[in-house]
């Protein structure tokens, strides 16, 4: 339910939003027409780098007409894929944004580059002239421009002169249509991307001064708003500084191969966001599960991580993100210790405060449940609540709300409309041990209740231990009224095996590494999960939760004891 409170602020949302459809309907109608059309360039100055990891094995499949795009496979039956009824949404926008080049590229072959120059033209002749649909998305396109400029070297050599001045003529018409639109865009990492594209295009092709003034002034100005001191994004999704970097580092590197020095703020946000990064990144490579993170492939990461120059260890404070990093010789938590992102930005965002990640070795143990991007829409809502999350709930309920309004919905999503509004935090460092106490406010508004955490890391990585506390205002004890009901879970990751041994200790185990056993001051129960961040769509695990009434029991303590080094330790 919505609160009555909370009404203007959703209607503030959809008048704005309904005014930016407006703009960008404005925009794309017969008054802005003109601006679309104008100058072909002769040719494509610099090719920036693709830095995203690409599967030759693909260029196979797309030749005999398997899209294999977003999770979902397509027969096009020997049609063109444009020309077919798409599965989704995702599928139809990886379709049109061309990442997908990247794979007959490393297919290094002349039938995937006469495939890939078949298949430019074929979206030219049935995309390429109308400018209306999914395929026309501001979104879309600005990925659609980073890719056929990063593989116009695919495309373009060796290519017949009409088709080079059809591939010319349309990208530039993309360009100029993404020049008038991007200012309309919705806020986040689409709309910087958009603005790296068209940075990205006045490198590459010839412009004018003003144009190329312009295209880096905006984008510094979006680099300054949405990418924060400490490093991460706005959205607090980890995933997207990893997106988003895979974009900026060829960016820099374009700007290094030209004439004109790359603009401060880029060097100064990749040098931020590098560390970031890797203090998301668990030791088997992926990265941590929050604010609408899923699967994550580590050659992506390391991919990118390759272009960091100073290296180093990972940061262990994200103030500014809201997030805290512990490690110890092999093991390593990382905690979501802040608010929700600004309400704009919060569409994908999670109610998981106080959550965190554990992983030891080369395995996660404790995870969050995480997302599954392309899977079934109603598995959104679970994954983002705060149940799917390493942490306590109370009454069934999430520590934030998301704004799900019939009719409000289609208009600005789900946003969190309300949620903790402060978490209060401090670093633990002595010798032999580090953690954080923190807390957070995001269950007093409908019960009068906070929640605070203790975790501390000690014995060279090898105990964890916490306590979970609840109390009313002024650190004054709970009543009990009935309502004050909590499960604290530590959702485990799929590939751990969990057995209970006679004396109900729990203990956890990943093949060929570290050991751990898990107690605590009340009963321990293991319960049935879902894990949805797997790389096939969501698998059944298994969760550790224990439950407690606040009021009689206002603290609960629990640690993880590493009994048995693996093979890693």
């Known amino acids: 339910m919505v609160a009555l409170s909370e009404t203007p602020q959703?209607?503030?949302?959809?008048?704005?939003?309904?005014?930016?459809?407006f703009r960008r309907r404005v925009r794309m109608g017969p008054?802005?027409?003109?601006?679309?059309?104008?100058?072909?360039?002769?040719?494509?100055l610099i090719a920036p780098q693709d830095l995203r990891p690409a599967d030759p094995q693909l260029a196979e499949e797309f030749y005999h007409g398997r899209f294999a795009l977003a999770g979902r496979v397509v027969e096009t039956g020997g049609r063109s894929p444009f020309l077919i009824e798409p599965p989704n949404a995702a599928w139809q926008a990886a379709l049109h944004n061309f990442g997908w080049l990247r794979h007959l590229r490393a297919a290094g072959t002349d039938l995937a580059t006469a495939n890939a120059r078949a298949l430019l033209g074929d979206w030219i002749t049935t995309h390429g002239r109308s400018i209306s649909g999914p395929a026309w998305l501001p979104e879309v396109t600005a990925q659609r421009i980073i890719a056929w400029l990063q593989h116009s070297s695919l495309i373009l050599a060796g290519t017949d002169l009409r088709s080079y001045r059809q591939f010319m003529r349309s990208l530039a018409m993309q360009v100029r249509y993404l020049r008038t639109m991007a200012a309309v865009m919705d806020d986040g990492?689409?709309?910087?991307?958009?603005?790296?594209?068209?940075?990205?295009?006045?490198?590459?092709?010839?412009?004018?001064?003003?144009?190329?003034?312009?295209?880096?002034?905006?984008?510094?100005?979006?680099?300054?708003?949405?990418?924060?001191?400490?490093?991460?994004?706005?959205?607090?999704?980890?995933?997207?500084?990893?997106?988003?970097?895979?974009?900026?580092?060829?960016?820099?590197?374009?700007?290094?191969?030209?004439?004109?020095?790359?603009?401060?703020?880029?060097?100064?946000?990749?040098?931020?966001?590098?560390?970031?990064?890797?203090?998301?990144?668990?030791?088997?490579?992926?990265?941590?599960?929050f604010?609408?993170?899923?699967?994550?492939?580590?050659?992506?990461?390391?991919?990118?991580?390759?272009?960091?120059?100073?290296?180093?260890?990972?940061?262990?404070?994200?103030?500014?993100?809201?997030?805290?990093?512990?490690?110890?010789?092999?093991?390593?938590?990382?905690?979501?210790?802040?608010?929700?992102?600004?309400?704009?930005?919060s569409r994908d965002a999670h109610a998981g405060c106080l959550s965190f990640e554990m992983s030891s070795g080369r395995n996660r143990y404790i995870v969050n449940a995480g997302v599954d991007r392309y899977g079934p829409p109603e598995f959104r809502p679970l994954a983002r609540s705060t149940a799917a999350h390493s942490t306590a709930t109370i009454n069934d309920t999430s520590s934030c709300r998301f704004s799900s309004t019939s009719g409000l919905s289609t208009m600005i999503g789900t946003p969190i409309i309300a949620g903790p509004t402060k978490v209060n935090i401090e670093r633990i460092e002595r010798e032999g041990a580090v953690g954080f106490v923190a807390n957070h406010n995001g269950y007093v508004r409908p019960f009068g209740i906070y929640?605070?955490?203790?975790?501390?890391l000690s014995h060279n990585g090898s105990v964890i231990e916490g306590i979970d506390s609840f109390f009313?205002?002024?650190?004054?004890?709970?009543?009990?009224?009935?309502?004050?009901?909590?499960?604290?879970?530590?959702?485990?990751?799929?590939?751990?095996?969990?057995?209970?041994?006679?004396?109900?200790?729990?203990?956890?185990?990943?093949?060929?590494?570290?050991?751990?056993?898990?107690?605590?001051?009340?009963?321990?129960?293991?319960e049935d999960s879902l894990?949805?961040?797997?790389?096939?769509?969501?698998?059944?695990?298994?969760?550790?939760?224990?439950?407690?009434?606040?009021?009689?029991?206002?603290?609960?303590?629990?640690?993880?004891?590493?009994?048995?080094?693996?093979v890693y330790g």
């Open 451 to 456: 929640h605070e955490r203790q975790i501390v």
């Open 31 to 44: 008054l802005y027409r003109w601006r679309f059309t104008g100058f072909t360039p002769e040719r494509v």
């Open 291 to 345: 604010n609408g993170v899923g699967a994550t492939m580590p050659e992506r990461v390391i991919a990118v991580l390759r272009h960091d120059d100073i290296g180093g260890l990972p940061l262990t404070h994200a103030p500014h993100s809201g997030y805290e990093r512990l490690s110890m010789d092999s093991t390593t938590i990382i905690a979501d210790t802040g608010l929700a992102p600004p309400v704009t930005a």
């Open 189 to 289: 990492e689409e709309k910087l991307r958009a603005r790296i594209a068209l940075a990205l295009a006045v490198l590459a092709l010839p412009v004018t001064s003003s144009t190329s003034r312009s295209a880096r002034r905006n984008l510094e100005f979006e680099l300054v708003r949405q990418i924060l001191p400490d490093g991460g994004h706005i959205s607090r999704n980890p995933l997207t500084i990893l997106e988003l970097l895979a974009d900026l580092l060829p960016l820099r590197q374009t700007y290094a191969s030209g004439q004109e020095a790359p603009p401060k703020a880029l060097i100064e946000a990749i040098e931020r966001m590098l560390p970031a990064l890797r203090f998301f990144r668990h030791h088997d490579g992926s990265l941590a599960l």
């Open 531 to 566: 894990f949805f961040a797997g790389f096939r769509g969501p698998v059944k695990t298994r969760q550790i939760t224990l439950s407690i009434n606040a009021a009689q029991r206002p603290e609960v303590e629990w640690q993880f004891t590493r009994t048995t080094l693996g």
């Open 10 to 21: 959703l209607w503030g949302l959809a008048t704005a939003q309904l005014w930016r459809r």
């Open 472 to 526: 009313a205002s002024g650190r004054n004890p709970l009543r009990d009224t009935g309502a004050e009901d909590v499960v604290i879970r530590f959702h485990l990751h799929p590939s751990v095996n969990i057995t209970v041994d006679e004396h109900g200790l729990i203990i956890l185990q990943a093949e060929n590494d570290d050991i751990w056993m898990f107690s605590a001051t009340v009963q321990p129960f293991v």
